[in-house]
């Protein structure tokens, strides 16, 4: 449901003016474009079938290069897309240089392969119109000299090039590729909450660590620009339709909603201790949080506990909610989900 403070956004779209840049990004020459597509590959943009552009598994099938329950027939959820390389070296490596798909600050990037299932992998973060946003790409070959925290990127400038690095995903040369991400980050405290769960592996990339990223589907959101050129970035993240709501007490004003205030609903609550009614997609995005005074709410409610309010649809790849004799219940993966977002 859009309200309408949004539908005021959405009329407002010349103030935040963005299209998408037809070309590649190792062929951008101008950069008053904000959204580029992120390799020479211009397949998609010319609405070429996937087998164009996406690169697939060692299983050979199309669908596991695809967003969302495409792994493990069906059963695990993949977080971003897989596109394919079309500019080789003569041995086989691929050369296809890798372009930022929006103008942002480089948040973090990760040059040793053995530090994750990403190989080399670079985060940008993109803020703005009460939105923080983030894109990823990942399995780089190289990651360029000048990419560093804290360097700001324009739409197109180049990052590295395509590669197969993970730590411990064989990725053949033959199958290099992008895997691009679009998303969120859940908590900026990320550090703090992974401190205390016990992992024997370091955390290596403190809050811009892939358990803290969320991703939507990525080529839904270039989709969404083609067909909507003058709208902000944040219009595309108000159109997820939310899968699940659950009543959610926070002991200080969230940090998602801090960074991201395009998704409150509402006045906001007082800073200290106050209940949310947050919405969430299917695959687990925040995208509704709408403040709720305690007393209209039932009292029997536990703070410390997680209130499923309702739910509309799941996949089976992300499984947040139960079935009980007590009525819906939320699985060890949302009250985990949820236990990240209250971290302050």
Not at 75 to 94: I, T
Request: with cysteine; hydrophobic share 40%; net charge negative.
């Amino acid at each position: 449901m859009v309200s309408q403070q949004q539908k005021w956004w959405f009329s407002g779209i010349a103030l935040f003016a963005c299209s998408i840049l037809f070309t590649a990004a190792s062929d951008v020459s101008t950069y008053g474009s904000t959204l580029v597509w992120p390799t020479p590959n211009t397949a998609f943009l010319n609405g070429e079938h996937p087998e164009h552009y996406l690169q697939p598994t060692s299983s050979g099938r199309l669908a596991s290069a695809d967003w969302g329950c495409t792994r493990n027939g069906g059963s695990r959820f993949h977080e971003g897309v897989d596109l394919k390389s079309v500019q080789r070296s003569p041995d086989g490596r691929s050369l296809d240089a890798i372009g930022s798909i929006a103008a942002g600050v480089v948040a973090h990037v990760s040059r040793t392969t053995q530090h994750s299932n990403y190989g080399k992998y670079v985060v940008i973060s993109h803020v703005g119109q009460g939105l923080e946003w983030v894109s990823l790409y990942a399995h780089l070959e190289q990651i360029a000299d000048s990419i560093r925290p804290g360097v700001r990127v324009r739409a197109g400038d180049v990052l590295g090039t395509m590669g197969n690095s993970s730590s411990n995903i064989p990725i053949p040369v033959a199958n290099a590729h992008l895997h691009l991400e679009i998303g969120v980050r859940l908590n900026s405290k990320f550090d703090s909450w992974y401190a205390l769960q016990g992992f024997e592996t370091r955390n290596w990339h403190g809050s811009w660590n892939g358990m803290n990223l969320l991703g939507l589907h990525p080529l839904e959101f270039f989709n969404y620009y083609l067909d909507h050129p003058g709208a902000p970035f944040f219009a595309y993240f108000l159109t997820e339709p939310v899968s699940f709501e659950c009543w959610i007490h926070f002991e200080k004003r969230p940090d998602f909603l801090e960074r991201n205030p395009v998704f409150l609903r509402g006045q906001p609550a007082p800073a200290g201790p106050s209940w949310y009614r947050v919405g969430f997609t299917w695959y687990g995005m925040p995208v509704e949080w709408i403040p709720a005074e305690a007393s209209t709410l039932d009292r029997r409610l536990d703070p410390d506990a997680v209130h499923v309010h309702q739910l509309r649809h799941e996949k089976p790849c992300r499984n947040w909610i139960d079935e009980s004799p007590a009525g819906l219940v939320p699985t060890s993966l949302l009250l985990r989900h949820i236990e990240l977002l209250k971290t302050h």
